[in-house]
């Protein structure tokens, strides 16, 4: 039963500390995903990859997030200095792209972040 | 800009009876459209979905309409079952823009017994 998985599944921080979130995505999936959940905005997109490569990361606050595929294995997600407003809960998903044929996502259980 | 909007927050069902979930969309290029469930301290889970040369596709209890001209599809459910009490988000793609997910705001679904 291959899932993507995401450490930790929560995380307590005060505000200025270094966040890292890890995701292991599907083996063989070569797209992965960052979204964030909050409740004002719904789901909304910050990065994705492709073959590890990344492909749009508009979504993500430049000065304080950053995004990295270190292998096709783990995708990580930074955020330094945290702030209160990032608290929200993080998803990665992951999902095979072959040729222009949409495709399903597959989202991991999600790391419920707080700010304090 | 919301190019993908659910506008209803939440909705109440009787068991037995059928659940109908909207979404609405702008961007005129989406030609993808799925429907995902979530439920509490999970991730979502992908339900369904229609392309765009379609106006409808059915899978069991679940049959998701789309009516291009309105910019707009719906979910049934029927019949609905307690289990089916979770959020919804309805999730749109265009192919030109490398199938990247653009996601409502979410439906929260209640199935009473």
């Known amino acids: 039963d291959a899932r993507v998985t995401q450490t930790p599944r929560h995380k307590v921080t005060e505000m200025g500390q270094e966040v890292t979130m890890r995701c292991q995505p599907i083996?063989?999936?070569?797209?992965v995903f960052w979204y964030r959940q909050t409740m004002m905005q719904g789901l909304e997109l910050l990065a994705y990859?492709?073959?590890?490569?990344?492909?749009?990361d508009s979504g993500m606050p430049k000065d304080r997030f950053s995004a990295e595929m270190p292998d096709a294995t783990l995708a990580t997600l930074k955020i330094q200095p945290s702030e209160p407003r990032d608290s929200a809960v993080y998803f990665c998903?992951?999902?095979?792209?072959?040729?222009?044929?949409?495709?399903?996502?597959?989202f991991g259980p999600g790391t419920r972040l707080t700010v304090t | 800009d919301q190019q993908v909007k659910q506008n209803s927050p939440s909705l109440s069902v009787q068991e037995g009876r059928i659940s109908i979930l909207n979404c609405d969309y702008t961007n005129s290029m989406f030609d993808y459209f799925l429907w995902y469930k979530k439920y509490p301290a999970e991730g979502p889970t992908f339900l369904i979905s229609i392309s765009s040369i379609k106006d409808k596709n059915e899978d069991g209890r679940f049959t998701v309409f789309l009516n291009k001209s309105a910019k707009h599809l719906s979910l049934h459910i029927v019949p609905s079952q307690p289990g089916d009490s979770a959020v919804y988000f309805c999730a749109a793609s265009a192919y030109t823009s490398g199938s990247r997910l653009t996601f409502g705001e979410g439906t929260q679904l209640t199935v009473n017994p």
């Open positions: 998903a992951s999902g095979l792209r072959t040729g222009g044929e949409p495709y399903e996502q597959y």
């Open positions: 083996l063989g999936h070569n797209t």
């Open positions: 990859f492709r073959n590890r490569a990344p492909l749009d």
